[in-house]
């Protein structure tokens, strides 16, 4: 097995706790960073944190079936490898899913040695962290040819190379990160490390430990040194999403970062050179944040020279029918379906709304398409624009489950199956009146299995009741 340092961010998505312990220790002994996740819930909320450069991913969660989690990851990252762990039954689903764009699939049947060596063997034959292949990219993998994105790829030309910070703005969903990889990719700086972080999505001691580094024993926690990311990105690149979010404290602290070119590590009472080149997002008025006192005016100085606005998708609407031919063929490819994209009448339909969710609100909406097709071409009513845009309404046993209409469509199709669930759960039982026996007649699951999606979704069956506990429930009630 290689004893050599690694730093590749590493997720391991598998409902037993003990596995994932497990894969955590071995992999960390070789230097990955090791997050993991029980559920295809947890999976999401931890790449609202990280970008990951590989996936261990199981196909039983529980509740939830792993292989809807695919087509997901690839969605939100496609520089991310997905490895599908298998038990000996589920090797011919885990084949079907290296058709939908997985990397491989190791079984667990081989222990914890054997899945280490396999999935290294394909990391360092396929480097993770390379431009994906799409239609009609420009030189920056940017995908249009409209006015807007013109002068989009002319300003990254222009600041490529430049080694000060590189403030990156625009609508959310309008492709912030996708710019701070165009600029990486394009730059100098190609052949370093791109690593983003979201410094909304994690707590600040956790996200000042990740930027930093530490010592062992600098923390409870610590029984191994770590390099933060500004030491592994550097000669590479580090985006920092979600800039606006950073608390102050933490501000100060990536000031004089910035100012000195050097970090201390927790813990530790010596401080690294580095060369890392900054790009920070954000969706916010950092002027306006700045008056409020909620952002540093001298970081915003230090990190303001450079900017780059991200034109929302209603400023490039000539980009859409390129934008959905993509995504159609990506969807098509992960989804194991031959779909032909929508005739003129229904892009022009497209190009007629203003899309508030930008770009991530149009491939959701075309992934939802190719899914729910049952033609050869994805129609008009594929689309369901018309719902999209609250002209239709969707009920369930004479009760409305319907979330914001333009929330609802912007989720992807798995996040929009767990919020039905979530508020088909909440229905049952309040109509029930958190009778689990009932609730499960209805629901035609079995009552263990009721118990689960209840403690899956985070619901207080007590809650539902209009008096406590009743001694059945008590029995049967899981104990943790």
Known sequence: MPSTRRNERLLVVDDDEDICNLLRSHFERLGFRVET????????????????????????????????????????????????????????????????GASGFVPKSGGP????????????????????????????????????????????????????????????????E???????????????????????????TLLEAELFGYKRGAFTDAKVARQGLFEICSSGTLLLDEIG???LALQ????????????????????????????????????????????????????????IEVPPLRARKSDIPMLV???????????????????ASSLARLMARDWPGNVRELKNVVERAVV?????????EDLLLSEI???????????SLRMGADARYELSLVEAKEEFEKSYLKFILEKTGGNIAEAARLAKQHRPNMYRLITKHGLDLNSFKKSGPSLDDVLESPRF
């Open 245 to 247: 979010e950073m608390p």
């Open 37 to 100: 996740a029980c559920s295809l819930q947890q999976m999401r909320a931890q790449f609202g944190r990280f970008s990951f450069d590989a996936v261990l991913l199981d196909l039983h969660l529980g509740a939830d079936d792993g292989l809807d989690g695919l087509p997901w990851i690839l969605g939100q990252s496609p520089f991310t490898k997905v490895f599908i762990l298998t038990a000996g039954a589920t090797v011919e689903r885990a084949v079907d899913a290296m058709k939908r």
């Open 113 to 176: 040695a054997r899945i280490v060596t396999e999935l290294l063997a394909v990391i360092e034959k396929s480097p993770t962290d390379l431009k994906p292949e799409t239609p009609h990219q420009s030189n920056f993998g940017i995908v249009g040819q409209s006015a807007a994105i013109k002068r989009l790829n002319a300003t990254i030309s222009r600041i490529k190379d430049i080694e000060a910070t590189v403030l990156v703005t625009g609508e959310s969903g309008s492709g912030k």
């Open 252 to 307: 100060a602290k990536l000031l004089r970062v910035l100012e000195a070119r050097e970090v201390r590590p927790l813990g530790s009472n010596q401080s690294i050179k580095i060369n890392t080149r900054v790009i920070a997002a954000t969706n916010r008025d950092l002027r306006n944040e700045v008056r409020e006192r909620r952002f540093r005016e001298d970081l915003w100085f230090r990190i303001g020279t450079f900017q």
């Open 389 to 399: 845009d609250g002209s239709a309404d969707t009920n369930l046993a004479g009760r």
């Open 178 to 204: 996708m710019v701070a990889r165009a600029l990486h990719h394009s730059s100098i700086r190609s052949h370093g490390r791109f690593e983003a972080v979201n410094c909304a999505a994690i707590p600040e």
């Open 325 to 343: 031919e993509g995504f159609v063929k990506q969807f098509n490819h992960q989804y194991g379906r031959s779909i032909r994209p929508p005739d």
């Open 372 to 380: 729910l097709c049952t033609g050869e071409q994805v129609t008009l």
